[in-house]
């Protein structure tokens, strides 16, 4: 099957922890995207890559990383500097200037 | 600053009834829209797209409508189901490769 896939479906973070959300697409999209959604908002772009080996920071980068080695493959990385981190994740790709596909979201929590 | 923005943040329609979600965006330069419907839990789903060169587009039970006299873009989703029930979100892209969401309208579907 084509499509997005992320992992884990929950995840949960230690205070002065940093932890990596994975994001796998099969569907030879160049464009990557992260996002963040809190409880009844919208969704806040966080990094977004439109090629390998580059990425441009979104609207609240602060906090996070990301890296971008294989057009197949976007992690997100929420640092220990990111002191609200609870959130939905929402990882999506396009290929160039078209319609943005979703995966399934990850949830954080913080213990 | 720019916004896209939603009229409602929750509608009630009963099953079988048409329904029509509302959405106003403030950028003439955007080119581009696309409505989601998210699931709770789950990643947004893309419905329908509509470039700024057109005034209507029809998919299968749902018709988006674009007003750029009046910067006005709505979701007409015909003969209502239980599973139409999610949030919905319209995307605005100024044309750089990013989106910029609306808070989104709940609709739930009344049996």
């Known amino acids: 099957d084509g499509g997005i896939t992320q992992s884990p479906k929950y995840l949960f973070r230690k205070e002065g922890q940093n932890v990596t959300l994975s994001c796998e697409q099969n569907l030879n999209h160049d464009a990557m995207y992260w996002y963040r959604q809190d409880p009844g908002q919208g969704l806040r772009l966080i990094y977004y890559s439109q090629i390998v080996n580059d990425f441009q920071k979104g609207d609240i980068a602060e906090g996070y990383s990301v890296s971008r080695e294989k057009k197949e493959s976007f992690p997100l990385t929420v640092t220990s500097a990111q002191k609200n981190p609870t959130a939905f994740y929402l990882c999506a790709s396009s290929m160039s200037q078209e319609t943005q596909y979703f995966g399934p979201g990850t949830r954080l929590l913080v213990l | 600053g720019e916004s896209v923005g939603l009229h409602l943040p929750t509608l009630s329609v009963q099953e079988g009834d048409n329904s029509i979600i509302n959405c106003a965006y403030s950028n003439s330069a955007s080119d581009y829209f696309i409505w989601y419907k998210q699931e709770s839990g789950k990643g947004p789903q893309f419905i329908i797209d509509?470039?700024?060169?057109?005034d209507k587009r029809q998919g299968q039970r749902v018709t988006v409508l674009l007003n750029k006299t009046v910067k006005h873009l709505s979701l007409q989703i015909a003969a209502t189901q239980p599973g139409d029930s999610a949030v919905y979100f319209c995307?605005?892209?100024?044309?750089?490769?990013?989106?910029?969401f609306g808070t989104g309208t709940r609709l739930t579907i009344i049996p």
């Open positions: 995307a605005e892209d100024f044309g750089n490769e990013k989106l910029t």
């Open positions: 509509i470039r700024s060169n057109m």
